[in-house]
């Protein structure tokens, strides 16, 4: 079955120090997108960064980037320079773009927590 | 501006008593879906609509009921709450599968509802 596994359920980084969230996915699908959402402690869903299954280059967005290794099936989200502000859950998403079959899902890690420390 | 409108944000209720919990959107999207965040277990799908009167079950549909009578609303109803259901619901909207195949274009995520079974 399709999968999304975060390994890290707590991470510390200090402040302005670059820290990587690890994102392992597992999918027969060829045509896939991988996302990474921010949640606050207020609650919200912040959609942060997308890699597509073909995507050659590895994203970035700001201090986001996403270290995508398609053999090893991993998607990590690095987050530069960390700030206070980034403090927050962080999930790790998986859409599957099934032409064949015509689902079309998502599928979420359970998240890591993640504190920056001043 | 484009929003995904979910409410109430908090409801306290009691064991059986029938609620419902409101979704609409504003941006025409076909694919609708209702997720529960639970400690430890990251966002589960309840149900989805792939568009108007198409829903199907999702991860842990047990308990809840959806309907899409509109392309813009789906409403999420507990017909006899349990404390199990205890929990934080999103409500999230996207294109449909062929429109956003390949795109960064993922969810748009409602602000949540924190429930409360007594």
């Known amino acids: 079955a399709q999968k999304i596994t975060q390994t890290q359920p707590g991470m510390f980084v200090q402040e302005k120090e670059a820290v990587t969230l690890d994102c392992t996915y597992d999918?027969?699908?060829?045509?896939?997108?991988l996302f990474w959402y921010k949640q606050p402690s207020s609650g919200e869903m912040i959609f942060l960064i997308y890699q597509g299954s073909y995507d050659e280059q590895n994203a970035t967005e700001g201090r986001y980037s996403l270290n995508f290794q398609k053999a090893r099936k991993s998607a990590n989200l690095v987050i530069s320079a960390s700030q206070l502000g980034d403090s927050a859950m962080y999930f790790c998403a998986m859409r599957e773009d099934s032409p064949l079959s015509g689902t079309y899902k998502y599928i979420f890690g359970t998240g890591t927590r993640l504190k920056v420390l001043a | 501006e484009a929003q995904v409108t979910q409410n109430p944000r908090y409801l306290i209720t009691v064991t059986g008593k029938k609620l419902t919990v409101t979704c609409s959107q504003n941006?025409?999207?076909?694919?609708m879906s209702w997720y529960r965040q639970d400690p430890g277990l990251g966002l589960r799908q309840i149900y989805y609509s792939m568009n108007v009167e198409v829903t199907d079950k999702g991860d842990v549909p047990e308990g809840y009921k959806v309907s899409r009578k509109e392309k813009r609303n789906f409403p999420l109803i507990l017909e006899s709450p349990s404390p199990n259901q205890t929990s934080l619901y999103f409500c999230?909207?996207?294109?449909?599968?062929?429109?956003?195949?390949?795109?960064?274009?993922?969810?748009?995520f409602g602000s949540g509802t924190r429930l409360t079974v007594v």
């Open positions: 941006m025409n999207h076909e694919y």
């Open positions: 999918t027969s699908d060829q045509s896939y997108g």
């Open positions: 999230a909207s996207s294109l449909s599968g062929e429109k956003s195949r390949g795109t960064n274009y993922g969810y748009t």
